[in-house]
């Protein structure tokens, strides 16, 4: 399994930003599509995360700013996030796992200027 992640960048607070996480490969081990994100100094957290099901989880920072959603045409997972605060600012990986699997995008920084 690949991830390719895009988008990204420099925002200032209060913005949005989009990103996108492509999967190929053999995807049918696969049950989890997320993103999660790593602050300087800081471990890696959850960010938010679509099941197979539907189904949607967001860590409690940045729930009703930040939207999960499917491009199932595209194998694809988009993070719409908005109303953007400096806090914000990590880099974020894309991430797929399945049973006894896990699988890690490249990170892309996301910055959000006060």
């Known amino acids: 399994v690949q991830l390719q992640a895009s988008g990204g960048g420099l925002v200032q607070a209060g913005g949005s930003l989009r990103l996108s996480c492509a999967a190929s490969g053999n995807l049918v081990s696969i049950n989890s599509l997320g993103w999660y994100r790593q602050a300087a100094g800081k471990v890696r957290e959850l960010v938010a995360v679509?099941?197979?099901?539907?189904?949607?989880d967001y860590a409690d920072s940045v729930k009703g700013r930040f939207t999960i959603s499917p491009d199932n045409y595209k194998n694809t997972v988009n993070l719409q996030m908005d109303s953007l605060k400096p806090e914000d600012t990590a880099v974020y990986y894309c991430n797929a796992q399945g049973d006894s699997v896990e699988y890690w995008g490249q990170g892309t920084l996301v910055t959000v200027s006060s």
């Open positions: 679509l099941s197979g099901t539907g189904a949607t």
